[in-house]
Every structure is written in C-alpha cells, then in structure tokens.
C-alpha cells in the first residue's frame, strides 16, 4: 500500500500528540496532553465586536483575494511590536503572513531542503518540527537541551561533522521541555554558528507568556543575517485563526512568497482583517498580562502538586512561562506503562518518546498546565504520583 504514497509523506509518522488527543476529548479526561490555550481567555465579546466591524467598514474588501505578503497594517502591527518588545528594526516589508507558524516551517523546508539537506533540531523537540522537516526528507542531526539551553559542546560536534542548512530551536518556554535558553547560551549558540552557513530558526509562539523574569534577546541581535523569526497569534489571542508570520533574511522573502503562493495564495483576508481590528481597538498587552497571570497559578498548582505527591527522586522542570513542564522518571520506568495505566484512570499525558528522533526518553513526558483547572490538575497530578509509585523501579 506504501507504494501508493510519494516518498515524502511515508517518511512522517503520525502525530502521537493527536492520537492522545482523540482519546483525551472524552469529557471525563483530565488532560495534560495538548498545547491548548485555556478556552476563557478567548477574547470572544471583542472578537466578534471586530467582525462585525470589518463586515460594516470593509464589506467585499474582507471577503475578495488578496496579495500573498499578508494584509498590510496587520504586518505594521507585527513589525512595531518586535521594536516595542525586543528592540529589532523590522519593517513591514520583513513579514510575511501565513497560515499558522507551522506554516512557516513548511514553507522553509520547500524552500531551503532537499533529499538529505542537514538540520539541526533540539533534543528533545516540537513533534511538529520533526514531522514537517522530516516531510522535505531532512537529514536531522540532534542536539541535546539543558535547562541553560543548547549544549554547547554537541554543537560544536555537530557542526564539526557537517554543514547544517538549518538549525531549528524554541528557546523559550521550550516545547515540550519548558526550559529558556539563558542569555549566555544564546551568545555562545551564535558564536558556534557564526562563521557557518547555517540559518537559525528561532519559533518564539510562547514568548509573550512569561510569569517570572525578563526576556531574553532573540537571535536576532546575535545574528541579524542568519536568523529566522516564526511567530503566532495561536498563544496570544486564538489558535482558530491560524495566523502566524514569518520573518526572513530578506534574500530569502522572494522565495518564500513564490512557495506560499503555491501553497494556499494567501492566508484567509477575512481572518487577518478581523484579527488586525481586533489589535487596534484592543490593548494586547492588557489580555496577555490576564493570560500571564491565568497561567503562572496553573503552573504553581501543578508545581506545588508535583511536589507534594510525586516520589522526591523524580526531575521536573520549573518553567519561567508557557505552557509545559517535563518530567523524567527512574531511568529504567516507562512513561508509556504509565500513560497506559493513566488513561485507564481518565488523565492523558503525552510521553517523551515521540519528541526524540532516533529513540530515548521512553522515561519522560510533557504535562500541560494550561487547559485543565486548577482543581483538576491538583487531582489529576495527586492521581499521577500514585501510579509513578506503582511504577517498576
């Protein structure tokens, strides 16, 4: 039957993420599983108030073709924000809208991979990441995480062994670790790559959502020619949407526009228009500070009940923001005997084994603190250290 397939798409495995996520949609599931934003912080009043004004004030405009860059002051919008929040001179020019920032990606691996092109990728990784570059049959090379960041020294073996076209990272609130790279990582991440050919890809979707500290630089003060920006809306107002932005080295835009034109010609003009009068009428900055806020006692529930009931020799991350946390158990206990018993007692996880690519962390897994309540994480958590005490040592 295989045969019946392109090359390509035989080579990407389903996401196991939404295989868990269709058993987790039963409404008894407690689920840690998805990277689901909480469903009462849409802002739904204010989003339909800008429907019906983009219906009102630009009638047929909304709803006809549009150019492939994107709905011009949506992408002012963008640009103005990167200089508010982080200092990088990006223009509108820079940004090209797409569908989602996992759009993005695939549009770089049409762009810029062929059969065997070289990748760096994090270890563990965003499943989506692995799934759309293993798509264009990227020759994936791994690098392991700390909670620092990037470990250096496997870098540097990396790239000591070949030349990476790409090397793709989430460096804060990391999917699915949760760590942020510090500022001294990042610093020695683009002395590594400095003098190489490669292009950071640097997919900030969680950015915004930081309890504690300050932001990190992007990449993009580090290496302003070689970095690569992914970025959403999903987290920040409503994944539905489906709109995301890239920003390339600009000998790269043409490109990428020719590939987004054949892919979808653009993303929806409706959808823009009504995200981008959303943003001028609204303060996001006031609904990610409820966000922030929201999440940070998600993430301190489930903390302090990881703490009390989970054995003392288990490892779990301590995120400054996001939406995940990672745990690794004994070194010889399976995170899939535990989803396996969890599942029977109505609480999904996703574990660690499908993040890694060429196999490990069958003793991890990823919990989200970002959709269940606060009581259900208590519950679901106390329910967890259980059945990890039940666990083969």
Not at 178 to 200: C, H, Q, W
Not at 241 to 250: A, E, K, Q, S, Y
Not at 301 to 307: E, R
Request: aromatic letters at 10%.
């Amino acid at each position: 039957m295989n045969e019946l397939f392109s090359d390509r798409i035989n080579n990407v495995a389903p996401s196991f993420i939404r295989e868990i996520l269709k058993v987790a949609s039963n409404s008894s599931m407690t689920s840690f599983a998805g990277g689901l934003p909480h469903r009462e912080l849409f802002p739904i009043a204010a989003l339909r108030e800008a429907t019906n004004k983009v219906y009102e004030d630009q009638g047929a405009d909304a709803l006809q073709y549009s150019n492939t860059e994107g709905f011009e002051p949506l992408r002012e919008y963008i640009a103005r924000r990167y200089w508010e929040k982080q200092g990088l001179p990006i223009s509108m020019e820079d940004i090209l809208i797409t569908s989602g920032a996992q759009q993005g990606l695939d549009l770089l691996g049409k762009v810029l991979i062929n059969d065997g092109t070289e990748v760096i990728i994090e270890e563990p990784a965003y499943l989506g990441a692995i799934q759309a570059l293993s798509l264009y049959r990227a020759r994936l090379n791994t690098v392991p995480i700390s909670t620092e960041g990037m470990v250096i020294s496997k870098l540097v073996d990396v790239l000591g062994r070949c030349k990476p076209k790409l090397m793709y990272v989430v460096p804060n609130f990391q999917n699915p670790s949760g760590i942020t790279y510090t500022k001294d990582n990042r610093e020695a991440v683009a002395t590594a790559l400095r003098d190489s050919p490669t292009f950071l890809v640097e997919d900030d979707p969680y950015g915004e959502l930081r309890f504690v500290g300050s932001r990190q630089p992007s990449f993009r003060h580090f290496l302003p020619d070689k970095t690569i920006l992914l970025g959403s809306f999903s987290k920040t107002v409503v994944p539905a949407f489906r709109l995301g932005w890239i920003v390339p080295p600009r000998p790269l835009m043409g490109k990428l526009v020719i590939a987004k034109q054949v892919s979808d010609l653009h993303t929806s003009t409706f959808v823009q228009r009504v995200l981008c009068q959303y943003l001028y009428d609204n303060d996001l900055d006031t609904h990610v500070k409820t966000i922030v806020e929201f999440y940070d006692r998600q993430c301190k529930t489930m903390l302090a009940a990881i703490g009390e009931y989970f054995p003392k020799e288990i490892f779990y991350t301590n995120p400054e923001g996001g939406m995940f946390l990672w745990v690794t158990l004994l070194k010889k206990q399976s995170s899939m005997a535990l989803l396996e018993k969890a599942i029977e007692k109505n609480i999904a996880f996703v574990p660690g084994h499908p993040f890694y690519v060429n196999g490990g962390g069958d003793n991890t897994f990823r919990l989200n603190f970002s959709s269940a309540g606060e009581d259900a994480i208590h519950g679901g958590i106390a329910l967890l250290g259980k059945l990890i005490r039940e666990l083969p040592a």
